[in-house]
């Protein structure tokens, strides 16, 4: 048995779940999320939880048993309190505006990088080199906080660039030579 796929799901107060044969509806105060498990896992509502388990014992359940309690668990998570990935963005002129929903990046390039959130998505500024991507959906929150980062990845000479807040940029030394170097 999966020890993560066993747990219970305790669904709190204001959290309203629906399931409809693989389809479950988790709907609270951030907002509605709806997904549509495997036929391979069932999953049921008991009281105040939801339970998770498999249709058989075969290699395929066992694999998908954790993983769809652990989404399940997101979605009750991110319809109650959300989540966020909070970005930095570093280097000479590189900064973040929002006009609107809109998030407009000045990233060294010719021209700004504008991004047009997805639904359930938003973009919220602290200072013009601090972001924070939040919504209900962590799948959602991580791939648009991954697009960001990729615009400009940071170097590893001068950490020019996104990053996340978190990360370590390792750093290298460079070229040893060009000092003192004599044509």
């Known amino acids: 048995m999966s020890r993560i796929g066993k747990l219970p799901i305790a669904v709190p107060a204001g959290v309203d779940v629906k399931v409809s044969g693989q389809s479950v509806t988790v709907k609270g105060p951030k907002g509605s999320l709806t997904r549509t498990f495997h036929d391979k896992v069932k999953v049921e509502r008991d009281g105040a939880r939801l ?18 309690r652990t989404l399940l668990a997101n979605m009750v998570i991110g319809v109650t309190t959300g989540y966020a ?4 963005i570093s280097g000479t002129g590189y900064r973040g505006a929002l006009s609107g929903k809109k998030l407009n990046l000045s990233l060294g390039f010719s021209h700004p990088v504008e991004i047009d959130p997805p639904e359930g998505i938003s973009f919220a500024l602290e200072t013009p080199v601090k972001l924070r991507v939040a919504g209900t ?7 648009i906080a991954a697009r960001i980062r990729r615009l400009r990845v940071p170097d590893p000479y001068k950490a020019k660039g996104i990053k996340y807040a978190n990360e370590v940029i390792r750093r ?12």
């Not at 990935?85 to 930095?88: A, F, G, I, V």
């Not at 959906?137 to 791939?143: I, M, P, R, Y």
């Not at 290298?172 to 044509?183: F, L, N, R, Y």
Request: no cysteine; net charge positive.
């Open 85 to 88: 990935k909070d970005l930095e």
């Open 137 to 143: 959906d962590k799948e959602l929150v991580g791939e």
């Open 51 to 68: 339970l998770v388990g498999r249709a058989d014992e075969s290699q395929g359940s066992r694999a998908l048993h954790g993983l769809s």
């Open 172 to 183: 290298k030394a460079g070229k040893a030579g060009k000092v003192g170097a004599k044509s």
